[in-house]
């Protein structure tokens, strides 16, 4: 047989090239490992000594009497100790009418009462009802008399029209809005208030 029918011959190279780096490998990360193995140290560690837990995705519902009054997404939850408060981040609400009807608030931080459910929002506050749009800096729900105000400066806006006011209430369970303080608008032929 000669040279050029012996297969065995050319992989036997490879192969045994092959399982010497494999070796050299195998003993460099096992001295790699004995060196790098000592005791770790992390620095700059920030414990959040206020909080209990904190949890990631939260999701909540809230009834009364068996009706679903809002239910509540959010990035994220602390849920602090020693207080009844929980800090949320992300937060997505979506109250419900008498009417069943929806209103969606928008909002990058909240803090929820985990016993009263009251609930306030901050940062960039948006409330979508019924093809209307409403803009304020901070915004707070009262379970109890289930109702949404504002002390601070609001922006209304539908379709071409836009209401301001320095304060606002908005009564879910009789599905109505009262403006305060300074209100002024800017009305087009097509703005229906219902």
Request: some cysteine; aromatic content about 6%.
């Amino acid at each position: 047989m000669n040279r050029s029918q012996m297969p065995g011959k050319k992989l036997i190279l490879p192969l045994a090239g092959s399982l010497v780096v494999m070796v050299i490998m195998v003993a460099g990360f096992i001295c790699f490992d004995k060196f790098f193995s000592g005791p770790v140290r992390v620095n700059n560690i920030k414990i959040d000594t206020k909080a209990a837990l904190k949890l990631n995705i939260v999701k909540q519902i809230s009834k009364k009497n068996g009706i679903t009054q809002w239910k509540l997404r959010a990035a994220t939850a602390t849920l602090l100790k020693k207080q009844d408060k929980a800090i949320l981040t992300d937060v997505d609400v979506v109250f419900f009418t008498r009417d069943k009807k929806k209103v969606h608030l928008r909002c990058q931080k909240g803090i929820l009462n985990t016993k009263t459910h009251d609930m306030t929002f901050s940062d960039n506050v948006v409330i979508r009802y019924d093809g209307a749009v409403m803009k304020t800096d901070k915004l707070h729900y009262t379970k109890k008399e289930h109702i949404i105000y504002t002390d601070s400066h609001v922006r209304l806006e539908k379709k071409n029209s836009r209401l301001e006011a320095d304060s606002m209430i908005t009564r879910l369970n009789n599905d109505t809005t009262i403006l305060k303080g300074h209100v002024k608008g800017i009305f087009s032929d097509r703005f229906s208030i219902q």
